[in-house]
């Protein structure tokens, strides 16, 4: 029976995250948000008035930065006391009232780009010049960049106000799926007569269960409910194809992809050499479908087989102080200085550890200027929790080392990069764990948890992006997305990237439709592109040392004061070329080796 869990009281406070040092109290959050009441208003005089000096422009800037940074240490606080427990009315408020603000200043100043855009070029130029716009230079940069395919500001206005509707089919396959939806429960098998309950959020669960006959009853029954849904899920998805696509023209892009990419300012060229070259490498993912068929058991390979566990009887738990304890060993690479600041997170109470009654589920990090960053767990003492420990604290050094560099304006980092220093983390983690281990099954069984990372993020996110690539490209030219194109595409990836020893069921050709991010276009390909950027950066601290280790510290302080692109360059990795990618598969290569030959003993 699964320990019941304590209210937040009853938990001691070392295990509780401290957040004083962004306010005191509630009280005193109160009577800051209190304080920025009339934030917004302070931004009226403003608009038509960008184009005077650059003088007047820095003045701006500076107070909108002030004013976010005001804003985002409100909002940041009161939504970590919103985590720790989501029945308190109080901190529901103070987090809903917090963003309401946020909203509002966000409108206040939204003139800006548009209005910088529209100055005469020898006015921008002189702008770039100025010695006072100095601090601000990457961003003017970063906003003339986008003059091209930016529209006049009636056109602007029309665009943002079809937003909300444009931004939709998401939200309504998210209502479908997790508001509408029932499937048919699962026989369980050692219980005759007996079913066991089948929703969206334990699908997953189920297809990690150790019984194939549960695995097998949750795989058809789930896309039962979604083959169903069939033709409603590829009418709302290629509408978000076709908003895509017109958006694209409409701003003077040659293609979707392009469009997308350009807010992070990445070539299309990374895109398409992900793809390129995970299709270098699939022979490998097939070894790896082949391994697991072989460690499995089985005559035949199903697509419910691909994500049971592959070594039984490994249940080693860990407590929380030897989660640290680990954590601080697999950083050890890092330097003494990274590790001291992580032993002080740790004795800082940077982490809320347990899980308690209310508390929001998952886990992550979270940091607000002039305070130390904050980590939310759920620790159950598994090794998935002490990777995930290692994981936030990853997020949490990246946030740490930004604002201890850069100024406001330059104190975040882009989604592009945002999964680096994380996925180093648990690299630098499974390394040392396996460093150490001569138990073969226990081996085996880290191995497979390193491929598993492969395969979800590197193969499984690259076959997304080709779907979503596949599919905008036959919009951007004119041909429709019917409902058998679609499934016709995504079975024909199935097959592609897992190869000849799965067998494909029909059920499979219905999967793309219950991915959410293919709503959120050409995102998913950022998940391959960071983990195969995080595998490079951690072979290379593990196998140079220092040099490596130098750039890594100096790529973790950025922020966002330069291109993504170029901020990992300056770290060590090149996404302009394939080779980062090449060195993934390679470190792909080299466990699956090491795995079959412990299979063969």
């Known amino acids: 029976m699964a320990e019941q869990l304590k209210e937040r009281k009853d938990i001691e406070s070392p295990y509780l995250w401290d957040l004083t040092p962004i306010y005191e109290s509630d009280e005193a959050w109160e009577k800051a948000f209190a304080e920025t009441e009339s934030l917004a208003d302070q931004f009226a005089s403003y608009p038509g008035t960008l184009g005077q000096s650059p003088e007047h422009l820095r003045e701006f800037y500076d107070l909108m930065y002030n004013a976010f940074e005001t804003l985002g240490r409100?909002?940041?606080?009161?939504?970590q006391r919103k985590s720790e427990d989501n029945r308190q009315d109080a901190a529901q408020s103070m987090y809903s009232r917090s963003v309401t603000r946020y909203v509002q200043l966000a409108s206040a100043v939204s003139f800006v780009d548009p209005e910088i855009l529209a100055l005469p070029d020898d006015v921008i130029s002189t702008y770039l010049e100025a010695e006072c716009l100095k601090p601000y230079r990457h961003i003017l940069d970063n906003t003339i960049r986008t003059k091209a395919h930016t529209l006049t500001a009636p056109e602007e206005a029309i665009l943002a106000s079809l937003s909300e509707v444009t931004g939709s089919f998401g939200d309504i396959t998210e209502m479908l799926t997790d508001a509408d939806f029932t499937f048919d429960p699962v026989p369980d098998p050692e219980k005759p007569g007996e079913t066991i309950e089948l929703t969206e959020s334990n699908y997953i669960l189920l297809q990690r269960n150790q019984d194939r006959r549960i695995r097998e009853g949750a795989f058809r029954n789930y896309y039962k409910t979604y083959k169903g849904h069939n033709n409603t899920f590829a009418m709302l998805y290629?509408?978000?194809?076709?908003?895509?696509?017109?958006?694209?023209?409409?701003?003077?892009?040659?293609?979707?992809?392009?469009?997308?990419?350009?807010?992070?300012?990445?070539?299309?060229?990374?895109?398409?050499?992900?793809?390129?070259?995970?299709?270098?490498?699939?022979?490998?993912?097939?070894?790896y479908v082949a391994l697991r068929k072989k460690m499995l058991g089985l005559d035949e390979l199903h697509y419910y087989d691909v994500y049971a566990p592959l070594v039984k009887n490994v249940n080693k738990t860990y407590t929380y102080e030897e989660a640290k304890a680990l954590l601080l060993e697999a950083v050890a690479p890092l330097g003494e200085d990274y590790v001291n600041t992580v032993k002080k997170g740790l004795a800082d109470r940077w982490v809320d550890v347990?899980?308690?009654?209310?508390?929001?589920?998952?886990?992550?990090?979270?940091?607000?200027?002039?305070?130390?960053?904050?980590?939310?767990?759920?620790?159950?003492?598994?090794?998935?929790?002490?990777?995930?420990?290692?994981h936030e604290m990853g997020h949490s050094m990246h946030t740490y080392l930004t604002h201890q560099h850069q100024p406001v304006q330059y104190d975040d980092y882009a989604l592009f990069i945002a999964e680096v220093a994380s996925t180093v983390n648990e690299n630098l983690l499974i390394e040392a764990l396996l460093k150490k281990e001569t138990d073969r099954d226990m081996r085996l069984f880290l191995l497979n948890e390193y491929m598993e990372g492969f395969k979800g993020t590197i193969f499984r996110q690259t076959m997304f992006a080709e779907f979503e690539r596949i599919a905008h490209d036959k919009i951007d030219a004119g041909e429709a997305l019917s409902t058998t194109t679609l499934n016709e595409i995504y079975r024909g990836l199935i097959e592609q990237y897992f190869g000849p020893e799965l067998v494909i069921d029909d059920e499979v050709a219905y999967e793309w439709s219950r991915i959410p991010h293919f709503y959120r276009s050409f995102y998913v390909y950022q998940y391959a592109t960071g983990y195969s950027s995080a595998v490079a950066l951690s072979e290379a601290i593990l196998h140079e040392g220092a040099p490596a280790v130098k750039r890594y510290l100096e790529f973790l302080s950025l922020g966002n004061s330069v291109y993504c692109m170029d901020a990992l360059k300056h770290g060590g990795v090149d996404l302009s070329s394939p080779e980062p990618v090449r060195l993934a598969m390679k470190k792909f290569d080299a466990i699956l080796t090491e795995a079959e030959k412990l299979i063969a003993e």
């Open 74 to 79: 409100l909002n940041g606080y009161a939504f």
């Open 238 to 287: 290629q509408t978000q194809v076709k908003s895509d696509a017109a958006h694209a023209k409409l701003r003077h892009f040659p293609s979707s992809v392009a469009y997308s990419l350009s807010a992070n300012n990445i070539p299309v060229s990374v895109y398409d050499s992900l793809v390129e070259t995970i299709h270098e490498f699939l022979p490998v993912m097939y070894r």
């Open 354 to 390: 347990y899980p308690n009654v209310g508390k929001s589920g998952g886990a992550y990090s979270i940091g607000t200027e002039k305070s130390h960053p904050n980590i939310l767990l759920n620790f159950n003492g598994t090794l998935d929790d002490v990777s995930t420990l290692c």
